[in-house]
């Protein structure tokens, strides 16, 4: 059984650009499904570690849960630690890479949900059909902008 999908997509942007707008948690319902409703206090744009609150998209229906943004503009890396009302915790961890002529590529490592072992078959695999969705989609949004 696999435990993680790696995807990425090459965006014709730089990657100080990419960076600044994935690492703003503000922008995830605008590229991501999953994402209802984010709230966040302060300065969303500062790209360092931020604790919020987020409305999640499952099959089930909308699910509130603690949401923190681990990013740093050093290292262009974006992490997120989802806190479900049930204390679980789901991750997904993202680095955008610098290429040449204002062009990047922004890597995603997709980890299981955070439920039963006996529930995770093709959980995994649905979850990274729709990441690869997401992925055209903040693509369409970079390069256009």
């Given at each position: 059984?696999?435990?993680f999908?790696?995807?990425?997509?090459?965006?014709?942007?730089?990657?100080?650009?990419?960076?600044?707008?994935?690492?703003?948690?503000?922008?995830?319902?605008?590229?991501?499904?999953?994402?209802?409703?984010?709230?966040?206090?302060?300065?969303?744009?500062?790209?360092?570690?931020?604790?919020?609150?987020?409305?999640?998209?499952?099959?089930?229906?909308?699910?509130?849960?603690?949401?923190?943004v681990?990013?740093?503009?050093?290292?262009?890396?974006?992490?997120?630690?989802?806190?479900?009302?049930?204390?679980?915790?789901?991750?997904?961890?993202?680095?955008?890479?610098?290429?040449?002529?204002?062009?990047?590529?922004?890597?995603?490592?997709?980890?299981?949900?955070?439920?039963?072992?006996?529930a995770?078959?093709?959980?995994?695999?649905?979850?990274?059909?729709?990441?690869?969705?997401?992925?055209?989609?903040?693509?369409?949004?970079?390069?256009?902008?």
């Open positions: 059984m696999k435990f999908d790696v995807q990425s997509t090459q965006i014709a942007t730089s990657a100080d650009q990419a960076y600044g707008y994935i690492a703003n948690p503000a922008h995830l319902p605008l590229w991501t499904n999953a994402f209802a409703a984010i709230e966040f206090e302060g300065n969303t744009r500062t790209g360092s570690n931020l604790s919020g609150k987020a409305q999640l998209q499952t099959p089930s229906g909308a699910v509130p849960i603690e949401l923190e681990r990013a740093s503009r050093e290292s262009r890396t974006i992490d997120w630690i989802m806190t479900f009302p049930d204390q679980s915790v789901a991750t997904a961890f993202s680095r955008v890479i610098e290429l040449p002529s204002d062009q990047c590529v922004y890597s995603f490592v997709l980890t299981p949900p955070p439920v039963p072992l006996e995770l078959e093709g959980a995994l695999e649905q979850q990274s059909g729709i990441l690869l969705e997401e992925l055209k989609k903040l693509k369409g949004i970079l390069e256009n902008d």
